[in-house]
């Protein structure tokens, strides 16, 4: 059986259907190990490979009549494929063949559509053949079929109720169709959802009232809920997220992007949360929402709430958690990072034992699966950042011996750069997906391919930076291992990348959709790389790898004579300087303790900055010491720092202003402030993000006073 | 309306809406890939026509070492649909694909666990033709979903339907008495 099954896959790989149809109607199907329904379903699978569509439709048929309301969709669509193949390809049949044909499939579905009344199936077959039909330029007014806008009517009607239904028909819809559907029924929902495009609001006061609405539909529906049990989702939920979504549309809308109104939709939220306690959707909007205005202590309590581990980490940690490394919540990303990367290494570890019992069970096509699945495990775009930023973390954190695994890092570095697109965008925006905004699609493939170029492309920078620094790292704490890659090298990737991502940014700037979606609470495209160049971090970070490069690789020192090197490692750009200062102005805190979210991710990246400007500086000085070591010296050489007086200046006024910072908020009063700010969550979270800046900023200072600088 | 086919290891980037259902456990990789190798028949996806995974169904089929060849059933390991898709049938018809293999397999019944406080689960499989055929103490380890903090491990309840092979039902005739996890093989 094992050898005709192998033999089969490889049939099926050469295209050769008729001799793996023969084979599995002769042999396979009774050893097997499928379901009938499967087996009809390969059968009918090597016939449409042999173009046998005929046969293809007798099976189909068979099945449908056979099963009833159970009948398998991909029945039901290759029967209306194949019939429509069938009479298109062939050049010999004249319209009225054509047209007989369509008819006695319109009068098959629609019998088996009057016995099986509460069959989804059955109706849907008829709008998916009208849509087919459409599509391909046939006349449908000969073949018995009723108008699609009939024909959406009454799979209303019959099923209008469904959870599922607008998703079903939504391939269907048009303008006209959603007209006469909203006119047509009595449902506030359709109304609310049908989403045209033509008739939506595009003013406050509109989403005023659609809010209102939605409020009054959720307290209709929210007494139907009361025997479900606190696990299932409510009836009534729906109508909090679609408020919700309204609620962000309304924060977009306003001037200066008032944020009552970001409030105003958690405060429905929580409460509906409150019913509905595990109900996943409610948590994955307020989840963006909080992940957007910087609240990312309370993103992860939500993650422990909802459970999320093991394989969704791949998918939903962008979605959900891309705004914590970025505001600066490091304790927290590391829980996340190192979660993936310990699920993608056991898993890719785990694979090959698998692979052996798949072997040993016979089930071959299973093998092939699971290799090309392990493959794409480790070409993860999750998985790739996840590595960057726990290299980062390290990096910025570092204050003693070398992590052993920079090393390691160091050692694919060639072969990632080779094939730098290779990574496979793995984000599930589809995961918090539950309305679909017409006017800005922020989870349209438009959107999610852009914001992706974009992600690369910042990545690229953060892991040719990643590079560059353990690749120093590892010079100095083990000086005499050989390295697979070159320092100049990166450092020219580092500079290239940069250069790239200039370019990416600029003409992203240009793009309307990028451009409408800038700032939306639930929108593919993060701003990191808007801020990395408007801190001149670019400027920054150019000058401080050449220097170092030129440092590492020249620096010589004269024996037995007295010199000092002056070294000058980059300047701190003004929008920095600029930046630390502000932190103290009344203005920099807002309305109960409130900071924008943008001020924490720019506050982020300067730490970042500072870090490894301090790393930098000790790095040098421990390559000196090692240089010196050993050597008898009454007047050692010293690496002196211009500017190195500035830096600490700015460190200690950014430590300062922090602390400073800190302590206006814990001042201010903790009852529940205007607008709906529960001031209380707003202080938890600042609290935690402030301390960790500070706590860096402190442990650098230790780090410079090691050195005696 | 959907379509049935068998699980793909890809799948595992689709399931993320419905494995962040709070009674719906999400596994190790390793897990997952043993149903997958070892009982590939039994792991069956439900998608609709435009991809989107509704639900699916894992399940094998074993002896219980205590009891011997008369205990071969199939059993129901992890069965979910995705909320927005629940209420049309799909469970009842994942649920028969499995009895209808287990039937193929010769097996004498198919069992499965469910928590004591998930109703809703109890009652449909209730009318699937399954009943209650002991209970098991402490099978869920901590507090249930959406239940008190702090509370206890919650019971199982493990329900049986006898298939065809057994015509005199045997398998399905309730214990008098709980039993604990251990005694479950």
């Known amino acids: ?709 | 309306m959907s379509s049935l086919r068998t699980f793909r290891c890809s799948d595992f980037l689709k399931l993320a809406k419905i494995n962040l259902d709070p009674l719906t456990e999400t596994y190790g990789l390793a897990f997952y890939l043993q149903y997958y190798v070892k009982w590939p028949e039994y792991f069956l996806m439900s998608e609709t026509p435009s991809g989107e995974i509704q639900g699916y169904i894992m399940g094998k089929s074993e002896t219980f070492r205590r009891e011997g060849e008369s205990s071969w059933h199939g059993h129901v390991t992890c069965l979910t649909v995705a909320p927005e898709h629940r209420r049309l049938g799909l469970a009842n018809k994942l649920m028969h694909l499995l009895e209808e293999m287990s039937e193929l397999k010769k097996c004498y019944f198919v069992d499965l666990f469910v928590r004591k406080s998930n109703t809703v689960a109890i009652n449909m499989y209730k009318k699937l033709g399954y009943s209650v055929y002991r209970e098991v103490l402490e099978y869920y380890s901590g507090e249930p979903p959406g239940g008190k903090k702090g509370a206890l491990d919650e019971n199982a309840y493990d329900m049986r339907k006898a298939l065809s092979r057994d015509h005199l039902k045997k398998s399905v005739i309730p214990l008098k008495h709980p039993v604990m996890p251990e005694d479950v093989d």
């Open chain 1, 1 to 709: 059986m094992s050898r005709l099954i192998y033999f089969l896959m490889i049939l099926e790989q050469q295209k050769d259907y008729t001799s793996a149809y023969e084979i599995f109607n002769k042999n396979i199907a009774v050893y097997d190990k499928e379901l009938p329904v499967l087996r009809d379903r390969r059968r009918v699978e090597y016939l449409v490979g042999m173009q046998s569509f005929d046969k293809a439709i007798q099976i189909c048929k068979e099945v449908v009549l056979s099963t009833g309301d159970a009948a398998d969709w991909f029945f039901f669509d290759n029967l209306i494929t194949c019939t429509i193949t069938s009479v298109s390809g062939n050049s010999e049949s004249s319209a009225a063949d054509t047209s007989s044909v369509i008819s006695e499939l319109v009068s098959f579905l629609t019998e088996e559509k009057a016995s099986h009344a509460r069959c989804i199936g059955h109706h849907y077959a008829l709008l998916h053949l009208r849509k087919l039909l459409e599509e391909r330029g046939f006349d449908c007014n000969d073949s018995g079929l009723a108008s699609m806008t009939s024909l959406v009517l009454a799979f209303y009607q019959s099923f209008g109720h469904k959870s599922p239904f607008f998703n079903y028909v939504r391939p269907c819809l048009t303008i006209a169709i959603c007209e006469t559907l909203v006119n047509d029924t009595t449902s506030k929902m359709s109304k609310l959802e049908t989403g045209s495009g033509d008739d939506l609001p595009v003013s406050l006061d509109d989403m005023y009232s659609l809010m209102a609405v939605c409020e009054v539909e959720r307290l209709t529906y929210l007494p139907l809920g009361n025997d479900l049990q606190s696990t299932e989702p409510q009836f009534s939920s729906k109508f909090i997220i679609l408020a919700a979504h309204y609620c962000v549309d309304a924060y977009m809308l306003s001037e200066c992007r008032d944020q009552k109104y970001l409030w105003t939709a958690l405060d429905k939220l929580r409460e509906a949360a409150e019913a509905s306690f595990m109900d996943s959707q409610l948590l994955m909007v307020m989840t963006r929402i909080y992940q957007h205005m910087g609240l990312v202590l309370t993103c992860t309590e939500l993650l422990d709430r909802m459970q999320i581990k093991q394989f969704l980490l791949q998918t939903t940690s962008w979605v959900l958690f891309n705004r914590l490394s970025s505001c600066g919540a490091r304790q927290q990303c590391r829980m996340l990072n190192s979660s993936l990367i310990k699920y993608i290494q056991s898993s890719t570890q785990s694979i090959p034992d698998f692979v052996i019992q798949a072997y040993r069970s016979g089930v071959y096509r299973k093998i092939v699966d699971m290799i090309q699945w392990k493959e794409s495990l480790l070409k993860s775009f999750a998985f790739i950042k996840c590595v960057v930023e726990e290299v980062m973390l390290d990096i910025i954190q570092l204050d003693s011996v070398s992590k052993f695994y920079f090393h390691e890092f160091l050692g694919d570095y060639n072969e990632v750069m080779q094939d730098w697109n290779q990574w496979v965008d793995d984000r599930d925006f589809d995961v918090s997906y539950n309305w679909e905004a017409p006017d800005t699609n922020w989870a349209g493939e438009e959107a999610k391919k852009l914001s992706y170029n974009l992600e690369l492309c910042w990545l690229k920078m953060r892991y040719t930076l990643a590079s560059c620094l353990c690749y120093l790292i590892c010079s100095v704490t083990n000086p005499t291992k050989h390295f697979k890659c070159d320092l100049s090298k990166v450092s020219t990737d580092f500079q290239a990348a940069i250069q790239e991502s200039s370019k990416v940014f600029s003409a992203l700037e240009e793009h309307k959709l990028a451009r409408d979606l800038c700032g939306h609470p639930f929108s593919p495209f993060s701003n990191q790389l808007s801020l990395f160049f408007k801190l001149r971090l670019d400027e920054f970070y150019a000058e401080l790898v050449k220097s170092l490069e030129a440092l590492t690789e020249n620096c010589t020192m004269n024996g037995g004579k007295t010199s000092s090197k002056v070294v000058k490692l980059a300047d701190i750009p003004d929008p920095i300087q600029k930046f630390v200062q502000q932190i103290s102005d009344d203005s920099f805190l807002l309305e109960n303790s409130q900071i924008k979210s943008e001020h924490l991710q720019k506050l982020q990246l300067i730490t970042e900055a500072l870090a490894i400007y301090v790393l930098s500086i000790g790095l040098l000085c421990r390559k000196l010491a090692k240089k010196n070591a050993g050597k008898k010296r009454t007047d050692e050489p010293t690496l002196e720092f211009p500017g190195l007086d500035a830096f600490k200046s700015l460190l200690e006024s950014l430590c300062d202003n922090v602390t400073k910072l800190t302590e206006r908020i814990d001042k201010t009063d903790s009852e529940i402030g205007t607008c709906g700010v529960d001031v209380e969550i707003v202080k938890k979270n600042l609290s935690c993000i402030l301390t960790q800046i500070k706590q860096l900023c402190v442990t650098k200072f230790d780090y410079l006073k090691s050195f005696n600088l």
